[in-house]
C-alpha cells in the first residue's frame, strides 16, 4: 500500500472502521508511554498474525484479549467504552481478514500478508484480478484442499451446411455406434464427453459416477476443520459486562462447530440412498482410517483419463451470430471449417430462416465468414492476445473430401493452397498466431478415416499447452458441480436461487453464502452456466447456456397458425422489429415447454444480453441526466414521444430492411451538422452484435426517430430523437461505427450544445466498452476501440475516408486532408469543438509548459490519474508487455500510483530532454479522450 489515506475500506462495516479509529486514536495518545505502546502493539500484531493462520490457535485470541482487559484496559486513557471498542476490534480482525489489513496499515503502517497474497501464484491466470473480498474467499478455499482441473472447451464453427455436425459425430465414439443421419444443428448443440484411454472420446452418461469418484477421492483424503472463536465472557470483567450488552461484544463470535468429519459423516448418511452419493460413502469412511488410494471401476470399453471434453456444435446461419459472443472465451480449442466446394469469393445465398449478414454490406462471401470467425476468436481469447502471449488455439478443418477432384495428395494441396489464401487477410497481424500449424481435410461420410483420431490427438495436445490446463480449484466445490450436473441431466435448465441453495445446503459439506456466490460468477466466467448477480436476475441461475439461444430462436423462427387478429401486428414485427406484448404472449404460447414455463423470465435476459430493448417511457425519459440537458428541454422532449409506441421491445438483430440512399440520414441538406463521429475496432473487426446492442442502448435512452410515420430503424443504420430539434444518426459498415448529430433549429446564430455533444459520445462509447468488456478484462478495454473525426467539410460522409485520430489533435493543432477534392488542412477547433469541447479547452492552455519534467511532477500527475491509467502509459510510448511486466511487481500490484509512477520514470529515462511537462499533460489529456 502506499500513503494512509489510501487504505482501502472496502468491504468492511462501517462499525468495524469506527472501532479501528478508536484503536488509532489510543495508540496516539499512549505513544509516549512506551510501556504501554509496546503492550498495545504486542497484543494487537499477535492476534492480527495468528488470524491469518490456516490452523489459528483459539487459546491464542481468547490469552492476548483477556492480556488486554487485565494489564491496559478501564485504564488511562482506556475507559469503559473505548475498552470495548478495542476488544470488539480484536474479535472483527480475528475473524475478517479484510479489517486485519486495514487495522494493522492504519495504526502501525504495517503491510499484512492476507491468505489470497499468499495464494495468489496459485490462482487460475483469469482469477488474479478479483476483488479482494474474492480473491480472499477464493484463497481460502483454495487452501482447504484444491485439484488440479483439465477440461478441454471444444468449439466448432463454420457456416451453415459445412458439415460441423457430420464432423462431430465422427469425433464422439458414442455417436458414430449409433449411426445417425446428422441434422443440421438450428441453436447450439453442446455435449459432454470422458477422454478415454484410447484417445477416443464417450459421452460421460456412464463415465460421470466414476469421474466424481476420483475426484471425491482427492476430497475425502482430508476433512476440512477450521476451528473458530468460543464465546469468551470469562475473560471479560463485570465491570463491561453490566455496561455492554452480550449481543454487542460478541455478534461477531460463532460458536464452535462440529468436527468436520462427523458434518460430514451426518450429511452422507441423510443421503445414504442418493445415487450420486451411495457410491462415494466408501471415501468417507476409508480415507480418515488409512489415506490409500480408492480403486474406482471404471465402465467399459476403456478407462478414462480424468479429461472432460466439452463439444459445442454451433449453429451455422449469420443471424445466430450475433449471440456467439456469449460463449467463445480464451479457454476454449476451436475448429473452423470451411467446405473445400466453395470459392473463398463466392457470395453465399441465405434464405429466410438463415438470416442476414452485417448491415450496410451488400453482399456476404465465404471469405468474409471465415474472416468474421477468426476474428471473433481473436477478440474473445482474453487480455493476453492483446500482449502477444497468443498460443495456438484454431485448427482449420476443409470439409467435403468426397466432393472434391483429383487425388487424395492432390487434396492435401488445394486444401493447403485454399487456406493460404484465406490468410492473407490478415498479413502482419497478431491473429495468425492462434492458428495451429496443422491443417486437416476430412471425408464426413468415411467415420473411421485415421483423421479423427488425429484431429482428437491434435486438440489434446493443443488444450495441455494453454494456460487454463491443470489449474487449480477447491476441491470442495466438487459436490456443487456435481449437484448442478445432477439437475442438468434431469432436465433443468433455469433454477431459482433458492434451489441452488437448497442443493448446496444437502451437499455432504455446503459452502458459505459468499462462496456459493464466487462459485457461480465463476462457472459463468467459465461459459458453463449463465448467472447475472444484478437485481433483476441474481435469483436465477441458466444451467445450459445453450438454453439461451433456445430462447433467441424462438423470436425469430416462423410461428404456425397465428391469431388472425395479430396480423398487423405481426407485420410490423416483420418489417420494424417490433415486438408487442400481444405477439411475445403468442411467441411464448408456442414455445417449447422448457421455455414457455419461464416466459417471466425470458425478456429480463433478452434484456440483460442487449438482444432486445424497450423504448423508455416519458417519466423515465425526464429521469435522464447523463446528457446534462436543461430539465425543460428535456420534458419537451419527452412529451414529443409518440405513446402508441410505448410498450414494444425492439430486436435488433431482426432488422432487415436497408435504408433507403443513406446519404439523406447521414449527411442531411439543410441542417446544421456536427462532423462524423467513428468509433474504430482497431483490430480492423467488429461483431455486428456490438451495433444491434448499441441501438438496443439507444432506444432505451432516446425515443426512435419517424419519417412519414414510419420509424427510423433499419438493417445497420437508425436515428433519434435527442432534444426538441436534435437527431442522433448511427450507423456501421465493417469495423467502424459512425454518429452524427444534426438540426433542422432556424436560429440564425445556431450553434450545437457541446454539453449534449459530450454525453451523447460518452454515452456511446461508454455503451461499446461494456460490450468489448464482456471479452477482455481491465485495463486493456479501452485499447480496442479508437476515436476519430471525419473531416468536416466532407459534404457527404464515406466509408473509413477523411478520418483522423481525435488522439492526434492533442499533439498537433492542424492536420491535413486528402480524401476531398483538394487536399486542405482542418484544425483542431473545428473538428473538435462539437464533440469534445471541453478537452479542446484544457489544451489552450499548455503553452507555458515546455520544461523538463521532474519528480515531484510525476508523483502529482501520479495522484490524479484515473481509470485512464492503463490507456496514458501506452500513449507515454510504452508496450502492453512492459505494462504488464511492471504492474506483477508486487507493490505494483498493490497501489495504482506507484504503478503510475514507475511507469512514468521509465517514460522520463527514456525520452530524455523530450520529456516535457507538455508532452506529459498532453498524454495524459490523449488518454482521458478515451474515457
Excluded at 69 to 76: M, P, R
Excluded at 325 to 347: A, G, H, P, W
Excluded at 472 to 498: A, T
Excluded at 727 to 738: E, N, P
Aim: charge should be negative; charged fraction near 30%.
Amino acid at each position: 500500500m502506499g500513503d494512509q489515506e489510501e487504505i482501502s475500506t472496502e468491504g468492511i462495516d462501517p462499525k468495524a472502521l469506527a472501532s479501528a479509529r478508536v484503536l488509532q486514536s489510543v495508540a496516539k495518545e499512549i505513544s509516549n508511554d512506551e510501556d504501554q505502546t509496546k503492550q498495545l502493539r504486542f497484543i494487537v500484531e499477535t492476534i492480527a498474525n495468528e488470524s491469518l493462520l490456516e490452523d489459528k490457535d483459539y487459546l491464542v485470541l481468547t490469552g492476548k484479549t483477556r492480556e488486554f482487559v487485565n494489564n491496559l484496559g478501564f485504564t488511562t486513557p482506556f475507559s469503559v467504552s473505548k475498552t470495548k471498542d478495542i476488544i470488539n476490534i480484536l474479535l472483527l480482525m480475528w475473524n475478517h481478514t479484510n479489517v486485519t489489513r486495514y487495522v494493522m496499515k492504519s495504526v502501525y503502517n504495517v503491510d499484512i500478508a492476507s491468505t489470497a497474497d499468499e495464494m495468489i501464484d496459485q490462482f487460475p491466470s483469469d482469477l488474479k484480478q478479483l476483488d479482494a473480498q474474492s480473491a480472499e474467499i477464493f484463497a481460502k478455499a483454495l487452501k482447504d484442499g484444491s485439484e488440479k482441473v483439465k477440461n478441454i472447451r471444444l468449439m466448432v464453427v463454420g457456416m451453415f451446411g459445412v458439415g460441423k455436425t457430420s464432423l462431430v459425430k465422427n469425433l464422439i465414439k458414442d455417436l458414430r455406434d449409433e449411426n445417425l443421419k446428422p441434422v443440421s444443428t438450428e441453436v447450439i448443440e453442446l455435449r459432454r464427453c470422458q477422454l478415454m484411454e484410447n484417445g477416443d472420446w464417450c459421452l460421460d452418461k456412464d463415465q460421470k459416477e466414476a469421474k466424481y469418484k476420483i475426484r471425491y477421492q482427492a476430497a475425502f483424503k482430508e476433512a476440512i476443520h477450521t476451528p473458530t472463536v468460543d464465546d469468551f465472557s470469562s475473560c471479560i470483567p463485570s465491570t463491561l459486562d453490566e455496561t455492554t450488552p452480550d449481543s454487542e461484544v460478541n455478534d461477531s463470535v460463532t460458536e464452535k462447530p462440529t468436527d468436520a468429519l462427523e458434518e460430514i459423516k451426518k450429511h452422507v448418511e441423510e443421503r445414504k440412498d442418493d445415487e450420486g452419493i451411495r457410491g462415494i460413502i466408501e471415501f468417507a469412511k476409508k480415507v480418515p482410517e488409512v489415506g490409500e488410494d480408492v480403486i474406482v471401476n471404471i465402465p467399459v470399453p476403456v478407462a478414462t483419463t480424468g479429461i472432460t471434453v466439452s463439444v459445442w456444435d454451433f449453429a451455422g446461419q449469420t443471424l445466430y451470430y450475433s449471440t456467439h459472443q456469449f460463449f467463445l472465451n480464451k479457454r476454449s480449442i476451436y475448429l473452423v471449417l470451411m467446405d473445400m466446394t466453395k470459392k473463398l469469393d463466392e457470395c453465399i445465398q441465405e434464405d429466410e430462416t438463415s438470416g442476414i449478414w452485417c448491415g450496410l454490406s451488400e453482399e456476404c462471401k465465404y471469405l468474409d465468414v471465415f474472416k468474421f470467425w477468426l476474428n471473433a476468436i481473436h477478440m474473445y481469447s482474453g487480455y493476453r492476445s492483446m500482449t502477444g502471449n497468443i498460443k495456438p488455439t484454431v485448427i482449420l478443418v476443409g470439409t467435403h473430401k468426397d466432393k472434391m477432384e483429383g487425388s487424395d495428395e492432390e487434396k492435401e494441396v488445394k486444401k493447403d493452397k485454399y487456406f493460404e489464401k484465406a490468410l492473407q487477410a490478415f498479413r502482419g497481424t497478431k491473429i495468425l498466431r492462434h492458428i495451429h500449424r496443422k491443417k486437416y481435410l476430412v471425408n464426413n461420410l468415411t467415420s473411421d478415416d485415421p483423421v479423427f483420431k488425429q484431429i482428437r490427438k491434435e486438440i489434446r495436445r493443443l488444450a495441455e499447452k494453454q494456460e487454463f490446463w491443470n489449474e487449480n480449484y477447491p476441491v470442495r466445490w466438487i459436490q456443487m458441480e456435481q449437484s448442478l450436473d445432477k439437475l442438468r441431466d434431469s432436465g433443468k435448465q433455469l433454477l431459482q436461487r433458492n434451489e441452488v441453495n437448497a442443493e448446496n445446503q444437502s451437499n455432504v459439506h455446503p459452502v458459505i453464502e459468499k462462496e456459493l456466490d464466487l462459485f457461480l460468477d465463476i462457472q459463468h466466467r467459465h461459459g458453463n452456466i449463465l448467472y447475472f448477480n444484478t437485481d433483476q436476475l441474481k435469483h436465477l441461475v441458466v444451467l445450459a447456456p445453450q438454453w439461451i439461444i433456445e430462447v433467441f430462436k424462438c423470436f425469430i423462427s416462423h410461428i404456425k397458425n397465428k391469431d388472425p387478429q395479430l396480423s398487423v401486428q405481426w407485420s410490423e414485427y416483420k418489417k420494424n422489429a417490433i415486438l408487442k406484448p400481444e405477439i411475445f404472449s403468442e411467441i411464448m404460447d408456442n414455445a417449447p415447454p422448457n421455455i414457455e414455463e419461464n416466459r417471466q423470465h425470458i425478456m429480463m435476459y433478452m434484456e440483460q444480453l442487449d438482444v432486445m430493448a424497450k423504448p423508455l417511457k416519458p417519466e423515465e425519459c425526464k429521469e435522464i441526466d447523463a446528457l446534462e440537458e436543461p430539465e425543460q428541454e428535456t420534458s419537451d422532449a419527452a412529451e414529443e414521444l409518440n405513446v402508441n409506441f410505448l410498450d414494444f421491445h425492439i430486436v435488433p438483430c431482426r432488422l432487415k430492411n436497408p435504408p433507403p440512399p443513406i446519404v439523406q440520414f447521414t449527411s442531411p441538406e439543410n441542417c446544421k451538422k456536427t462532423p462524423v463521429l467513428c468509433f474504430v475496432f482497431i483490430d480492423n473487426f467488429m461483431p455486428p452484435s456490438f451495433f444491434h446492442r448499441l441501438v438496443a442502448v439507444c432506444i432505451r435512452t432516446w425515443p426512435i426517430s419517424q419519417q412519414k410515420g414510419k420509424n427510423l430503424l433499419y438493417n445497420g443504420l437508425a436515428v433519434f430523437e435527442i432534444r426538441a430539434t436534435y437527431r442522433l444518426t448511427i450507423w456501421y459498415k465493417d469495423h467502424i461505427i459512425y454518429a452524427r448529430i444534426s438540426s433542422c433549429s432556424k436560429e440564425p446564430l445556431f450553434e450545437f450544445d457541446f454539453k449534449l455533444c459530450h454525453g451523447v459520445r460518452r454515452k456511446l462509447r461508454h455503451s461499446l466498452e461494456n460490450f468489448v468488456a464482456q471479452s477482455l478484462e481491465n485495463p486493456w478495454t479501452a485499447r480496442k476501440l479508437d476515436e476519430n473525426i471525419q473531416c468536416p467539410y466532407m459534404k457527404e460522409s464515406s466509408y473509413n475516408a477523411g478520418m483522423f485520430r481525435v488522439k492526434d489533435f492533442v499533439y498537433n493543432r492542424e492536420l491535413s486532408c486528402t480524401a476531398c477534392p483538394e487536399q486542405h488542412a482542418v484544425g483542431r477547433e473545428e473538428a473538435m469543438k462539437d464533440w469534445y469541447k471541453e478537452a479542446l479547452d484544457r489544451m489552450q492552455n499548455d503553452d507555458d509548459l515546455n520544461r523538463p519534467v521532474e519528480e515531484s511532477d510525476l508523483t502529482k500527475a501520479a495522484k490524479m490519474v484515473g481509470k485512464e491509467y492503463w490507456m496514458l502509459g501506452i500513449e507515454l510510448g510504452l508496450t502492453d508487455a512492459e505494462m504488464e511486466q511492471l504492474n506483477n511487481e508486487k507493490e505494483c500490484k498493490k497501489n495504482r500510483s506507484t504503478f503510475v509512477f514507475r511507469y512514468m520514470v521509465m517514460w522520463k529515462d527514456k525520452e530524455g530532454k523530450t520529456a516535457t511537462l507538455q508532452n506529459l499533460q498532453k498524454a495524459m489529456q490523449a488518454a482521458i479522450l478515451n474515457h
